[in-house]
Every structure is written in C-alpha cells, then in structure tokens.
C-alpha cells in the first residue's frame, strides 16, 4: 500500500460561524479522556463514549513506511466506526483528538498506516484545510484489526483566530481508510464522551498513524 502525505492546500470554501470548541489538546495515558470534565457548552451531548478495546497484530512492519497494496481487501471504510474524542490541554488553539477506528464487521480487516481525516461544512460537504499524515508516535505499518476491536491515532487541529475570514469552518469531519474503498462519518465527542453540534475554524490538521493502543498516540 501506498504511503500517503497530504500537502498543505488553501482554504477554499466558508461557513459562518465562530470557534466553539474549547482547548482539548494533550498528552492521554490510556483510553481518552472520557468522563473528563471541560468542553461544557461546546458540544450539545446527546450520546455517550463506548469503552475502546483493542486486538491488533502487526502482519508487516515496512520500516520504509510502505505497504504492500490492499486496495483490493474486502473491507471497505464502511466496516467501521469512527470516533474522534476531544483530550483536554491548555495548549490554547491547539485541540487534539483520539481517533478510534472500531471494526464493526463480522470479518478481519487489513489497515494501512492512516484513516484519513477531512472536515466537512454543514452541508456535509468537504472543505479543504491543510493537511498532512505523520509518523506519530512512530512509523506506519500494516495491522490486522479483528471484528469487534478498534485502532487509534492522534488527530492534532491548529484553530484559526475567530477573525480570519478565510478559515473553513468545520462542523463535521469524514474519514477515510488508507488505500481502502469508501468513506465514513466521524462521530465527534467531547470530553465526557458525549456528541454533539461542533463549529470549529481548522487553520491546519495533522493526522498521526494508526496504532493497536491508545497510548501515547496523542503526545505529539
């Protein structure tokens, strides 16, 4: 498989509204930070975390950072579920996420090196922020996820000052497989784990790589 770098690209499309979100940056120790307080009025709650298990096993580790290509796996984006849950920092316009990526199928499923994470408006359409895939906390590699099981990964967004009139406002994001056929809605959760309205002016994004753990996949 193909390793992919996204490059920074120039903020193309608006969406009134305002940075809502508050700070949610940092290092986590283990599964997130549900049950954590912050975020109050930031994310209307209407559903809570899942716990986050996880059951990978390393079947390649590229130390180029390539794979071999499974483009042709039978799974597709839309044999999982995505859930990107808020870290608490004070680290300001830096706001960190967890990703987790959870197999909801009845079969094992090949994973690349990233899920790719783009932010969409409120019509659901994708907005174009810059963006770039790294090798936090360390290098890609090829993992088989187990049905019923979940990956993570750091999501880092830098937000854009409420003024600057040409920053896309996020109000969803979609994520997307590496090499693997389809997309999927990303559920964005705050730090008591609840979902809910997100108005989020993204300046730029990093997207770190998939590991079997949430351990220090948000230290970066």
């Known amino acids: 498989m193909l390793k992919r770098t996204r490059t920074a690209t120039t903020a193309a499309a608006l969406v009134g509204g305002a940075l809502l979100l508050a700070g949610c940056g940092g290092p986590a120790a283990s599964n997130a930070a549900v049950g954590q307080e912050g975020m109050g009025s930031d994310l209307a709650p209407s559903a809570g975390q899942e716990g986050m298990g996880s059951d990978l096993a390393p079947t390649d580790d590229h130390a180029s950072g390539t794979h071999d290509d499974i483009s042709a796996s039978n799974c597709s984006a839309e044999d999982f579920a995505f859930t990107m849950q808020a870290q608490p920092s004070d680290a300001g316009s830096t706001k960190m996420f967890l990703l987790q990526m959870e197999n909801t199928s009845d079969k094992s499923c090949e994973l ?109």
Do not use: C
């Open 112 to 220: 690349g090196g990233w899920a790719d994470v783009t932010p969409t408006n409120m019509a659901g359409e994708k907005i174009d922020a810059p963006s770039e895939n790294v090798n936090e906390p360390g290098p890609d590699q090829n993992l088989t996820l187990e049905p019923g099981k979940s990956a993570f990964s750091g999501v880092k967004i830098v937000s854009a000052e409420k003024s600057d009139p040409d920053a896309p406002v996020a109000s969803g994001f979609t994520a997307e497989p590496t090499d693997m056929q389809g997309e999927a809605n990303v559920d964005v959760k705050d730090l008591n784990g609840e979902s809910g309205t997100l108005e989020l002016a993204v300046k730029s994004m990093q997207i770190g790589t998939l590991q079997s753990s949430p351990q220090g996949v948000v230290a970066f």
